[in-house]
């Protein structure tokens, strides 16, 4: 039994420090997990940006609404979103900014205490972080709108609703989530092997 899971099991459960040990007790992510999740979120950002205005620019420039990519499957667009997913909270600026900037800040914190062995679910947190910041950049300096330039036919006549770079990397760090959980629920029988 570890150290850690020793302080654990010694600590008495309504004292608190059962959780503070649990939560805030694990080390720190090391100095390349710093790096992976800073990395993403920053270039994540960055790519994110840099996608919506090539796009726009350049169907502007054409003076087109749309361009077929994959003819009836994937077409560029220039759509924006005053709304969360799907549009919901449709008009909401200052709700969705606030509610970006508490995303953040819950994801930073997940991320300084998710300890060293979390690589995957780190990951996911720096796809999170970027695709909350580059849709938040967009509320705060696009009056509320966030730029959707991916226009995919999922049926004949039906669109998904169109998304961008950003949706694309919420939707994989959601993806990477429940990738982790899976491997989390394997590790534990062992774990339970190893203390009896």
Not at 105 to 110: E, H, L, Q, S
Not at 154 to 181: Q, T
Request: hydrophobic letters at 50%; glycine letters at 10%.
């Amino acid at each position: 039994m570890s150290e850690f899971e020793k302080e654990v099991d010694e600590a008495r459960p309504d004292s608190g420090r059962v959780f503070f040990i649990s939560c805030c007790g694990k080390s720190r992510p090391d100095f390349g997990s710093q790096v992976i999740f800073w990395f993403l979120t920053a270039t994540g950002v960055l790519l994110d940006l840099w996608s919506k205005k090539a796009v726009f620019d350049w169907l502007r420039q054409r003076g087109a609404g749309g361009f077929a990519v994959i003819d009836g499957f994937l077409q560029l667009v220039m759509a924006e979103n005053s709304g969360a997913a799907f549009g919901m909270a449709a008009g909401q600026r200052g709700l969705l900014i606030a509610v970006s900037f508490i995303a953040l800040a819950v994801i930073f914190a997940v991320f300084i205490f998710s300890g060293r062995e979390q690589k995957l679910v780190q990951i996911a947190l720096g796809l999170f972080a970027a695709g909350v910041g580059g849709n938040l950049y967009d509320r705060i300096f696009n009056q509320g709108r966030v730029r959707d330039f991916i226009d995919v036919v999922y049926w004949p006549g039906r669109h998904w609703p169109a998304f961008n770079v950003a949706d694309s990397m919420l939707c994989a760090a959601v993806a990477l989530i429940i990738i982790s959980g899976f491997f989390t629920e394997k590790r534990h029988p062992e774990h339970a092997g190893q203390r009896e």
